[in-house]
């Protein structure tokens, strides 16, 4: 059983709404428990734009419930309606997320049959938002997220994987059924990934140099995914066309691994001059990829003239071969554009240090 930071704080919430409701003496403090488990959110921002739908969609939800109690009293069929009314306006305004808790409130409020319903009606309404402050202040100060660790880590351990099986793809050396299946994770992986990286690009700094620091990073995140998914895209090719890349000669083949070897050593390089593990000046052997670049692309030209000439008798056609370097030279590219953005990143701000994120890995 793993034990997150989220569940950690739903749990702190809803001890701490259930304090403050009692400390304020407000009846049924349960109701402020749940709105504390309805109102929590993973990221600090996004808990400010909830807790600002939360007070708009508790108060349709409330007037409505307060209106149908008064004119057509208490009776569960008019609870129903009310409720049918509460869910058509919130879709009306885009208050989606805070539908939940609205009904919970008209619900909570229509159930009073007493007198003073009114202020039945403003006190429950003041437990829900209890609920929700109390929601808010723990995700402000109660394990704040580090968004930018858990991205790094999970770009980091993604992209491990799919640099594995490439190199076992490109030798024929994976399993057809396996490297299919590790491919669809990859997919789902990559998901999180994205879904991560809009955590982290809603958090917000209070200085503008924090601020500036965050858009740089925030670029070179993005092309990290981005240059994940080129890798990804080429070890989907490489998987698609095995039986193709087996028949080639000898020659090709093994020229075409040692490009996809070096390319994929550069991606791990990239990665460990990110978190300060490599200088940022470009390596040597970055100019070395520059003078065999036309010799591969020569050997492509020469090699597609050959496959055309006998396209009569095999199955495989030229057209593979465009569509495997088309990768290869995708993913070299982002690959160059990585590696400059991470150069002018550690040269402009070498002495902004991340302590968690550099000494972490490797």
């Not at 149908?68 to 309606?81: K, S, T």
């Not at 700094?205 to 080429?234: C, D, G, N, P, W």
């Not at 990585?338 to 890995?361: A, M, P």
């Amino acid at each position: 059983m793993q034990l997150g930071a989220r569940v950690l704080k739903t749990g702190v919430a809803i001890v701490f709404a259930l304090f403050l409701a009692e400390l304020l003496n407000l009846p049924s403090p349960v109701f402020a428990g749940i709105a504390a488990i309805f109102a929590i959110q993973p990221s600090i921002y996004r808990s400010y734009l909830s807790i600002i739908e939360q007070i708009q969609g508790n108060f349709i939800g409330a007037t409505v419930a307060v209106l149908f109690g008064l004119i057509f009293g208490h009776h569960i069929v008019a609870i129903g309606i009310a409720a049918i009314i509460v869910i058509g306006l919130m879709r009306k305004f885009k208050l989606d997320s805070s539908m939940s808790l609205a009904l919970v409130t008209v619900v909570a409020i229509m159930i009073f049959e007493g007198e003073d319903f009114l202020e039945f009606a403003i006190i429950r309404f003041a437990t829900v938002m209890v609920g929700v402050f109390a929601a808010f202040i723990v995700n402000l100060v109660f394990l704040p997220p580090r968004y930018e660790i858990k991205l790094f880590t999970m770009i980091d351990s993604l992209q491990d994987d799919i640099i594995r099986w490439t190199r076992l793809a490109a030798r024929q050396a994976s399993e057809h059924t396996s490297t299919k299946t590790a491919l669809n994770k990859f997919e789902s992986r990559l998901s999180g990934v994205e879904t991560m990286y809009g955590f982290y690009k809603e958090e917000r700094h209070y200085t503008k140099r924090k601020r500036f620091i965050q858009a740089r990073k925030l670029v070179i995140y993005r092309q990290m995914i981005t240059t994940t998914k080129k890798s990804l895209e080429l070890l989907y090719r490489l998987h698609k066309h095995e039986n193709e890349i087996a028949n080639l000669p000898d020659q090709f083949r093994i020229m075409v691994q040692e490009r996809l070897d070096f390319l994929l050593t550069f991606h791990e390089q990239l990665l460990l001059k990110f978190t300060g593990k490599l200088r940022p000046e470009h390596s040597k052997w970055v100019n070395e990829a520059e003078n065999k670049y036309a010799g591969v692309m020569e050997q492509l030209i020469q090699q597609i003239a050959y496959e055309q000439n006998r396209e009569g008798e095999e199955e495989f056609s030229s057209y593979h071969l465009f569509y495997i370097f088309s990768r290869l030279l995708d993913y070299e590219e982002n690959l160059e554009h990585l590696d400059t953005l991470i150069v002018s990143y550690r040269s402009y701000h070498s002495n902004e240090k991340n302590t968690n994120l550099e000494e972490g890995f490797y």
